[in-house]
């Protein structure tokens, strides 16, 4: 999902504690992997140093190997503490503002600027050119002079997004995210042909091969929907996509159309090969549709009732420079 609210984010603010009693089939294995695995959302390396810094109990004794051979019945707890709070630092970044009030920002934020300061991202984020544009008279979130992130774009995706100034704003913003009661419409080339319209449906994940990627799930995962209509093609190889969340998954759209067999142009994550699409391509469209250096995944709309007023907002952003490039060279003859 490009689009995702920051409880389906990959960072966690509150402690959270898993329990799992060992079973036949687990016996013999080391703990850090059998953790890793039940769980599903931690890397073993996470795990392994989770256990290694004490937060893991074997029948409610601490224990700090991550190696420890399991037997069946254990009962297993491991606690992921919560993540500090990070301090950014107030940057001058120039920002795309396309509204602005005492309690909300809508912006086009451009591919390349990652949300949410993170460990090897801690300057040059969304949020430090917030606090440089805000300043010091910015009222903030959570008693902290800090915006309200209530959704996210993957760094490589374009688009609109709105950040809450205001507490009130924060928390109805939060609200509607988390009832779907947000317009979001994403546009898209993926690989292919789509039928005219139709839906995606399929619970999503991590994928416990790559647990950078995210997939579609038969057991666990969250419920994930996306609608779409598929507004152009390109040489039956590649179409261009108008996708509607009813859901906002991490990396929504960009799994649901890579397991449908559409991968988006450009996604460097879930396009592992060239399509076999690409191969009916002239060459030079074929090269440009495989050397696209991001996934070509814009959002372009948002559409929300105002939190302090009730006013319905609505902000449409036209694809960025290079994907109408891209458009442009695929529509060649």
């Not at 390396?45 to 029948?59: M, N, P, T, Y």
Request: glycine residues 8%; charged residues 25%.
């Amino acid at each position: 999902m490009s689009d995702a609210p920051i409880s389906d984010s990959f960072s966690d603010t509150t402690e959270t504690s898993f329990s799992f009693r060992v079973t036949a089939e687990q016996a013999g294995q080391r703990a850090d992997r059998v953790l890793a695995d039940a769980i599903g959302t931690l890397s073993r390396s996470r795990v392994k140093a989770l256990i290694e810094g004490g937060h893991f109990q074997c029948d409610s004794v601490t224990r700090k190997d991550p190696s420890l051979t399991l037997r069946e019945g254990m009962l297993l707890q491991l606690i992921q503490p919560a993540a500090k709070p990070a301090r950014p630092i107030a940057e001058d970044i120039p920002l795309s503002i396309l509204y602005e009030d005492r309690d909300l920002i809508v912006l086009d934020k451009p591919a390349g600027l990652v949300v949410h300061p993170a460990p090897g991202n801690e300057t040059g984020t969304l949020v430090n050119a917030l606090l440089g544009h805000c300043g010091p008279d910015f009222e903030g979130i959570g008693g902290e002079k800090r915006p309200g992130i209530v959704h996210r774009l993957d760094k490589d995706t374009s688009g609109v997004m709105v950040v809450a100034k205001t507490p009130l704003a924060h928390e109805a913003l939060s609200n509607a995210f988390a009832n779907r009661d947000i317009q979001r419409v994403y546009h898209a080339l993926a690989w292919g042909l789509l039928p005219a319209e139709g839906s995606f449906e399929g619970a999503i994940g991590r994928d416990k091969r790559d647990r950078k990627r995210m997939t579609v799930v038969k057991q666990g995962g969250k419920y994930a929907l996306t609608h779409f209509k598929t507004k152009t093609t390109f040489h039956n190889a590649v179409s261009l996509v108008e996708c509607r969340l009813a859901t906002g998954r991490t990396h929504q759209i960009r799994v649901h159309l890579s397991q449908a067999g559409h991968p988006l142009l450009g996604d460097p994550t879930y396009l592992r090969r060239i399509p076999a699409a690409a191969r009916s391509l002239p060459s030079p469209l074929r090269e440009a549709g495989l050397d696209f250096p991001r996934q070509a995944l814009h959002a372009a709309t948002l559409g929300f009732y105002h939190p302090r007023h009730g006013n319905f907002l609505h902000f449409e952003t036209p694809f960025p420079q290079d994907l109408q490039e891209l458009t442009s060279i695929m529509a060649k003859k």
